[in-house]
């Protein structure tokens, strides 16, 4: 089982739809939980991270962590053509070594 | 653009050519990473210099050499790579080792692009 897993997509939504994107993990000692997104031809840029537990509300853009069933969630409400990126999940338990998902793209059509 | 600049943006090179990728950082800090990106795998964590010694070399094989002459500048050297090299090689910088195990303080460039044919 790999550490972390993620739908690669793509994923095509209309304009104002809401999003959910998706990562399992294997790792119980996960503390950190971040998304990240990585438009083409740049590098990732941190959009929300967690620490432990519970939920995160930025704009439209929601993060939940669920850690007895080893999942974590980003919401996009209201999406935007300017959404259409690859998103990446990651975790650690601190220090370097944080663990990334493969990605997924998102496309938000007009 | 970000604080972190990479050079070249796209590479292509053969099997028996060295090469270097170079990074550059605007923001003062004292971390530099260099990370791999493959099509449809996950990012991995290369090498971490943190005041110009290198702290962390995640068993990365020795045709990729790394070399932090100072703070804000990262190189990787390059010499008889396989074609399986190809990937968005990503470079990042943080305020210092232990900053940048926060999440929030990594910044990253927007890589190179290198294929090894």
């Known amino acids: 089982q790999k550490e972390v897993e993620q739908d690669p997509g793509p994923l095509s939504v209309p304009e104002g739809a809401i999003v959910s994107l998706n990562c399992t993990y294997s790792?119980?000692?996960?503390?950190?939980f971040m998304w990240y997104r990585q438009y083409s031809r740049k590098g990732p840029e941190l959009l929300m991270y967690?620490?432990?537990?519970g939920n995160k509300e930025d704009g439209r853009f929601t993060a939940q962590v669920d850690k007895s069933s080893k999942y974590i969630s980003l919401f996009i409400r209201d999406s935007q053509p300017s959404d259409s990126a690859t998103y990446l999940c990651a975790m650690g338990v601190g220090g370097q070594n944080f663990v990334f998902g493969p990605g997924t793209r998102l496309s938000v059509l007009p | 653009e970000t604080g972190v600049t990479q050079t070249p943006r796209h590479l292509v090179m053969g099997m028996t050519n060295k090469k270097s990728l170079k990074c550059e950082q605007h923001l003062g800090h004292n971390a530099m990473y260099w990370y791999k990106q493959s099509a449809k795998k996950p990012l991995e964590l290369m090498f971490v210099?943190?005041?110009?010694?290198?702290?962390e070399n995640n068993s990365v094989p020795s045709r990729f050499s790394p070399e932090c002459p100072n703070s804000s500048h990262l190189f990787l050297h390059l010499h008889t790579l396989q074609p399986e090299d190809s990937a968005l090689y990503l470079c990042a910088s943080s305020q210092d080792e232990l900053a940048g195990s926060h999440p929030d303080s990594q910044y990253f460039g927007p890589g190179t692009r290198l294929t090894v044919l």
């Open positions: 967690t620490y432990s537990s």
């Open positions: 790792n119980s000692a996960f503390q950190y």
């Open positions: 210099y943190n005041f110009k010694e290198q702290t």
